[in-house]
């Protein structure tokens, strides 16, 4: 029988995002996930958090029971200006647009600067959540080429002027997937060409702060100085999910005003403000310096879980894949000619381990044989065993 549904059309025939889909097998028993780019719980400043919380003067506390203003609390906006500026982006706090997740600011942006037919370019591979809320708005999404050092510069100028989009979306910092970052050259004429071609950039930096030894070029938000008439052309967003915690659900943007302000206005109806109460217990854990002491452990123990992953790939995978090391971030992106990595993920659950085949991280053309591994969520031994099964699990398709 034909059921009628109230769902719209654009919602009713949408497919789910692959990896939150996958989320359900990592509860297997003995399941090891090397697919999401979720942090590792044991390396959450999770006792320092907890006392903050746990600190709180009774009235601070119902002030932070509240409701808040859309643009975040001013407490928290003056710590992350501090950040920003201390990291080369001068960023006054009123320039600071506190969001629920960064994932937000991409859902914000798609829908206030997005008309149907608009034309979005993205690199390949890029992050599925952005092209799921490029989708929703009926943008058109086309992406650019890619190599080591992450976007083509060609390729972006020829896609700039044969589809004349409106804008860029780009994680040119330990991209997800790709765990590329882009040299401090082709940002600046990433940023002449988005300029001359009128482009708007959405910078998206979610895993600038987790460097292993060496920090990342500065942010196209901070080089649009340096570029002439490249104010006014960048939007910033990041978060605190990948090195303090997600579950707190706070995240940034800055960019110009008139960008800023339409995702206010799409804010108000959407959550109204992020959490007061996380913004409170964030401002005062960054406000009493716990974050930039809590930030090189972090670093130093997801260096040594990517050195884990890259030894762990040479020994049992061997010559025929193909990948960088990473340099920070949470991800190794690779390839293995001739493997379709849907099929392998297939036995790799049955060998209970977990990856992301590489389909969903293109906009169009996806390569089947290529795949993202996380590093984050499992210690050295859990990725050493991970990938011995991965291993165990192809020669098995
Ligand atoms: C590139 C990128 N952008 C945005 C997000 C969303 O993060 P948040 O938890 O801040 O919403 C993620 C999370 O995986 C990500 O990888």
Request: net charge negative.
């Given at each position: 029988m034909d059921q009628h549904s109230f769902v719209n059309a654009r919602y009713a025939s949408a497919p789910g995002s692959p990896i939150r889909e996958l989320k359900r097998f990592s509860d297997l028993p003995g399941m090891i996930s090397l697919a999401g780019g979720y942090p590792a719980p044991e390396l959450m400043d999770a006792a320092g958090l907890q006392q903050i919380f746990g600190r709180f003067a009774p009235a601070e506390f119902g002030q932070a029971l509240e409701y808040g203003g859309t643009e975040g609390a001013m407490a928290l906006r003056v710590q992350l200006a501090r950040l920003l500026s201390a990291r080369g982006m001068a960023a006054e706090p009123a320039d600071v647009l506190t969001l629920s997740g960064s994932q937000q600011g991409i859902d914000l942006l798609a829908r206030t600067l997005?008309?149907?037919?608009?034309?979005?370019?993205?690199?390949?591979?890029?992050?599925?959540?952005?092209?799921?809320?490029?989708?929703?708005?009926?943008?058109?999404?086309?992406?650019?080429?890619?190599?080591?050092?992450?976007?083509?510069?060609?390729?972006?100028?020829?896609?700039?002027?044969?589809?004349?989009?409106?804008?860029?979306?780009?994680?040119?910092?330990?991209?997800?997937?790709?765990?590329?970052?882009?040299?401090?050259?082709?940002?600046?004429?990433?940023?002449?060409?988005?300029?001359?071609?009128?482009?708007?950039?959405?910078?998206?930096?979610?895993?600038?702060?987790?460097?292993?030894?060496?920090?990342?070029?500065?942010?196209?938000?901070?080089?649009?100085?340096?570029?002439?008439?490249?104010?006014?052309?960048?939007?910033?967003?990041s978060s605190l999910s990948k090195t303090l915690a997600p579950g707190l659900r706070l995240g940034w943007m800055l960019g110009p005003p008139d960008v800023r302000r339409a995702c206010v206005l799409a804010k108000q109806t959407d959550d109204m403000h992020a959490s007061t109460l996380t913004q409170a217990a964030a401002a005062a854990y960054l406000a009493q310096g716990l974050f930039l002491e809590h930030l090189p452990r972090l670093r130093q123990a997801y260096a040594g879980r990517a050195r884990a992953l890259v030894r762990a790939l040479r020994e049992h995978l061997g010559e025929r894949l193909r990948?960088?090391?990473?340099?920070?971030?949470?991800?190794?992106?690779?390839?293995?000619p001739g493997v379709d990595t849907a099929q392998w993920l297939k036995s790799a659950i049955e060998h209970r381990v977990m990856f992301v085949p590489g389909a969903a991280f293109f906009a169009r053309e996806p390569d089947p044989a290529c795949f993202r591994?996380?590093?984050?969520?499992?210690?050295?031994?859990?990725?050493?065993?991970?990938?011995?099964?991965?291993?165990?699990a192809l020669r098995a398709v």
């Open positions: 997005l008309s149907p037919g608009d034309v979005v370019l993205v690199e390949a591979p890029t992050y599925p959540a952005a092209l799921s809320a490029f989708r929703f708005a009926g943008a058109s999404i086309h992406q650019v080429a890619t190599d080591d050092e992450g976007l083509v510069i060609d390729a972006f100028e020829a896609a700039l002027v044969r589809l004349k989009p409106k804008l860029l979306y780009t994680v040119p910092t330990f991209g997800n997937p790709s765990g590329r970052t882009l040299g401090e050259a082709r940002r600046r004429a990433l940023l002449e060409l988005a300029v001359r071609h009128r482009c708007l950039v959405i910078e998206d930096d979610p895993y600038g702060d987790l460097y292993f030894d060496q920090p990342p070029p500065p942010a196209l938000y901070s080089l649009r100085h340096a570029v002439d008439g490249a104010d006014g052309i960048v939007t910033y967003l990948f960088i090391e990473p340099g920070g971030g949470m991800f190794v992106w690779a390839r293995l591994l996380s590093f984050a969520s499992q210690d050295e031994a859990g990725i050493a065993e991970g990938v011995a099964r991965l291993a165990a």
